[in-house]
C-alpha cells in the first residue's frame, strides 16, 4: 500500500513513523511519503492561502498549489490514487471506511487548513474520475487535517496484510 500525505505541516506526521505503522514502513509492507504543499507554490512567501472565491470570511487554501500537488501525485505513481480529504462536513469515519480503505493500493491525504481546500480541487477530480473520500472524525472542527490523517492510517495500518 502506498500513502502519500501533503500538508503545510510535514513534521505533524512524524508519529506515523512509531508503532505499529513505523514497523510497516520499516518492513516494506506501507510506502509512507509526506509531501510539503509550500513545494507547489511560486511566490516568494509560498502562500497556500487566499480569500474564498465568491467571498465570506476566513481563509481557504488556493486551488493552484493543490492542483500541482495532486497532478505530481498522479505521475508519482502509475497505481490508481484515492485523494482522502478530512472536513468537519465529510462522512464519519468508522471501521467500516477503514476496512474499505485499508484495500485500496494507493491513498493520497489532502490535509487542509483554515477553512479548508477550495472546494473547485476536489470537484475537479471527482469530474477526471479520480475516486475522492472526504471523512470527518466526528462533529467537531480541528486546526487542520494533519490529526485526522494520523489516526485514519493509524486505524487502516493495522488492517493490511502482514
Request: hydrophobic fraction near 45%.
Amino acid at each position: 500500500m502506498r500513502i502519500d500525505v501533503i500538508t503545510i505541516f510535514p513534521d505533524y506526521l512524524a508519529p506515523l513513523s512509531l508503532s505499529l505503522v513505523g514497523k510497516a514502513v520499516d518492513a516494506g509492507i506501507v510506502d509512507l511519503a509526506v509531501h510539503d504543499l509550500r513545494w507547489w507554490t511560486h511566490d516568494r512567501h509560498h502562500t497556500t492561502d487566499d480569500t474564498p472565491y465568491g467571498g465570506g470570511a476566513g481563509m481557504v487554501m488556493k486551488p493552484e498549489p493543490w492542483g500541482e500537488a495532486l497532478d505530481a501525485m498522479e505521475h508519482l505513481n502509475p497505481a490508481p490514487m484515492t485523494v482522502v480529504v478530512p472536513t468537519p462536513a465529510g462522512r464519519v469515519f468508522n471501521q467500516d471506511l477503514a476496512h474499505e480503505l485499508s484495500a485500496r493500493r494507493r491513498l493520497v491525504f489532502a490535509c487542509g487548513r483554515y477553512e479548508g481546500i477550495d472546494a473547485r480541487v476536489a470537484d475537479h477530480y471527482e469530474e477526471s474520475g479520480v475516486r475522492v473520500v472526504r471523512y470527518s472524525l466526528g462533529d467537531y472542527v480541528l486546526n487542520g487535517g494533519e490529526v485526522a490523517a494520523v489516526a485514519l492510517v493509524e486505524a487502516m495500518g493495522r488492517l493490511v496484510p502482514g
